[in-house]
């Protein structure tokens, strides 16, 4: 049997508006990977990357993208067994909005997506031709 469709809705709609501060532990993230088992790489806005779990409310009812941002809560210092840095406490759904807040941190602007691992991806390319001798 599925999850209540209220459990659903109900994560959803705590993504959609920003807080009005964040904690002391507190910071907005940009996602750069999944690595599995609700673990994600992101990027701190100084571009130092840490290791973060989902938080459990947002397991298999958020879908998390490639270069989105997220509100993290990093864990204190050896206070977890886990590989995890910190958790992923809210996802950012409606930019916009969470852009208009003062703690939008200024290197984040929306023409820095940097994800250099896509640079010999052959999506969108056309296959290669026998006609072309390398």
Do not use: H
């Not at 659903?8 to 088992?37: D, F, I, Q």
């Not at 409310?57 to 989105?68: E, L, P, S």
């Not at 929306?110 to 991806?121: M, P």
Request: overall charge negative; proline content about 7%; charged content about 35%.
């Amino acid at each position: 049997m599925g999850k209540p469709k209220r459990n659903v809705l109900a994560a959803a709609e705590e993504t959609l508006t920003p807080p009005e501060t964040l904690g002391p532990n507190e910071s907005l993230v940009r996602v750069v990977k999944p690595l599995g088992n609700n673990l994600y790489t992101c990027e701190l806005p100084n571009k130092k990357p840490v290791v973060l779990e989902l938080a459990q409310r947002f397991r298999n009812t958020i879908w998390i993208k490639r270069g989105g941002f997220v509100l993290a809560e990093r864990y204190a210092d050896g206070s977890s067994d886990s590989r995890a840095d910190g958790e992923i406490v809210n996802v950012v759904r409606d930019e916009k909005l969470w852009r208009k807040q003062l703690y939008w941190p200024k290197e984040f602007t929306k023409n820095t997506y940097d994800l250099s691992d896509d640079e010999d991806s052959n999506v969108g390319k056309m296959p290669p031709s026998d006609d072309e001798e390398d």
